[in-house]
Nanobody
Protein backbone atom coordinates (compact mmCIF):
# COMPACT_ATOMS: atom_id res chain seq x y z
CA UNK A 1 0.00 0.00 0.00
CA UNK A 2 1.10 3.54 -0.77
CA UNK A 3 0.10 6.76 0.94
CA UNK A 4 0.45 10.34 -0.28
CA UNK A 5 0.28 13.13 2.28
CA UNK A 6 0.09 16.78 1.25
CA UNK A 7 1.05 19.74 3.40
CA UNK A 8 1.63 23.46 3.07
CA UNK A 9 -1.82 24.76 2.24
CA UNK A 10 -3.35 27.74 3.97
CA UNK A 11 -4.62 31.29 3.65
CA UNK A 12 -2.56 33.85 1.76
CA UNK A 13 -3.18 37.29 0.29
CA UNK A 14 -3.19 37.85 -3.44
CA UNK A 15 0.37 38.26 -4.70
CA UNK A 16 1.76 36.03 -2.00
CA UNK A 17 3.44 32.63 -2.16
CA UNK A 18 2.93 29.14 -0.78
CA UNK A 19 4.89 25.94 -1.12
CA UNK A 20 3.04 22.63 -1.14
CA UNK A 21 4.72 19.33 -0.36
CA UNK A 22 3.57 15.78 -0.96
CA UNK A 23 5.40 12.86 0.58
CA UNK A 24 4.86 9.32 -0.60
CA UNK A 25 5.37 6.36 1.70
CA UNK A 26 4.71 2.64 1.79
CA UNK A 27 5.86 -0.33 -0.25
CA UNK A 28 7.28 1.76 -3.08
CA UNK A 29 9.42 0.23 -5.80
CA UNK A 30 9.46 3.18 -8.18
CA UNK A 31 7.60 6.46 -8.59
CA UNK A 32 7.01 7.51 -12.18
CA UNK A 33 5.11 10.70 -12.95
CA UNK A 34 4.04 12.93 -10.05
CA UNK A 35 1.53 15.70 -10.43
CA UNK A 36 -0.55 18.32 -8.69
CA UNK A 37 -4.23 18.77 -9.42
CA UNK A 38 -6.68 21.29 -8.03
CA UNK A 39 -10.41 21.45 -7.59
CA UNK A 40 -12.03 24.85 -7.01
CA UNK A 41 -15.34 24.91 -5.15
CA UNK A 42 -18.11 23.62 -7.40
CA UNK A 43 -15.75 22.76 -10.23
CA UNK A 44 -14.02 19.70 -11.61
CA UNK A 45 -10.54 18.59 -10.69
CA UNK A 46 -7.90 19.69 -13.19
CA UNK A 47 -4.19 19.11 -13.65
CA UNK A 48 -1.97 21.99 -12.53
CA UNK A 49 1.55 20.65 -13.04
CA UNK A 50 3.24 17.37 -13.84
CA UNK A 51 6.80 16.09 -13.52
CA UNK A 52 8.11 12.83 -14.94
CA UNK A 53 10.73 10.55 -13.43
CA UNK A 54 13.40 12.21 -15.59
CA UNK A 55 12.07 15.62 -14.44
CA UNK A 56 10.39 16.71 -17.61
CA UNK A 57 7.66 19.17 -16.58
CA UNK A 58 4.54 20.70 -18.00
CA UNK A 59 2.01 23.16 -16.60
CA UNK A 60 -1.57 24.17 -17.13
CA UNK A 61 -1.84 27.52 -18.92
CA UNK A 62 -3.35 29.45 -15.95
CA UNK A 63 -0.27 28.78 -13.78
CA UNK A 64 2.57 29.01 -16.30
CA UNK A 65 5.26 31.40 -15.12
CA UNK A 66 3.88 31.48 -11.55
CA UNK A 67 4.05 27.87 -10.31
CA UNK A 68 7.07 25.57 -10.24
CA UNK A 69 6.92 21.82 -9.71
CA UNK A 70 9.94 19.87 -8.48
CA UNK A 71 10.69 16.53 -6.88
CA UNK A 72 13.19 14.97 -4.52
CA UNK A 73 13.51 11.31 -5.46
CA UNK A 74 15.56 10.50 -2.37
CA UNK A 75 12.62 11.63 -0.23
CA UNK A 76 9.83 10.41 -2.54
CA UNK A 77 8.47 13.93 -2.36
CA UNK A 78 7.04 16.38 -4.88
CA UNK A 79 6.74 20.12 -4.35
CA UNK A 80 4.69 22.91 -5.83
CA UNK A 81 6.06 26.43 -5.40
CA UNK A 82 3.23 28.86 -6.00
CA UNK A 83 4.09 32.53 -6.51
CA UNK A 84 2.04 35.58 -7.49
CA UNK A 85 -1.06 33.84 -6.21
CA UNK A 86 -4.46 35.03 -7.39
CA UNK A 87 -7.92 34.57 -5.85
CA UNK A 88 -8.78 32.22 -8.72
CA UNK A 89 -6.06 29.86 -7.47
CA UNK A 90 -8.26 29.10 -4.47
CA UNK A 91 -8.93 25.36 -4.47
CA UNK A 92 -8.26 22.03 -2.85
CA UNK A 93 -4.89 20.86 -4.16
CA UNK A 94 -4.29 17.14 -4.62
CA UNK A 95 -1.11 15.18 -5.14
CA UNK A 96 -1.07 12.34 -7.66
CA UNK A 97 1.62 9.77 -8.32
CA UNK A 98 2.03 6.78 -10.60
CA UNK A 99 3.71 4.18 -8.41
CA UNK A 100 4.92 0.63 -8.77
CA UNK A 101 5.12 -1.33 -5.57
CA UNK A 102 7.51 -3.95 -4.30
CA UNK A 103 4.77 -6.54 -4.77
CA UNK A 104 4.04 -5.41 -8.37
CA UNK A 105 7.23 -3.72 -9.62
CA UNK A 106 6.14 -3.58 -13.28
CA UNK A 107 2.56 -2.39 -12.82
CA UNK A 108 2.06 1.33 -12.18
CA UNK A 109 -1.02 2.42 -10.30
CA UNK A 110 -2.40 5.90 -9.66
CA UNK A 111 -2.44 7.10 -6.05
CA UNK A 112 -4.00 10.26 -4.64
CA UNK A 113 -3.55 12.29 -1.51
CA UNK A 114 -6.47 13.63 0.49
CA UNK A 115 -5.82 17.22 -0.50
CA UNK A 116 -4.79 20.48 1.08
CA UNK A 117 -6.80 23.69 0.89
CA UNK A 118 -5.30 26.84 -0.56
CA UNK A 119 -7.27 30.05 -0.09
CA UNK A 120 -6.14 33.28 -1.73
CA UNK A 121 -7.82 36.44 -0.48
CA UNK A 122 -8.15 39.57 -2.60
Amino acid sequence: QVQLVESGGGLVQAGGSLRLSCAASGSIFRINTMAWYRQPPGNERMMVARITADESVNYADPVKGRFTISRDNAKDTVYLQMDSLKPEDTADYYCNAQVTTIRQPYYAKDYWGKGTLVTVSS
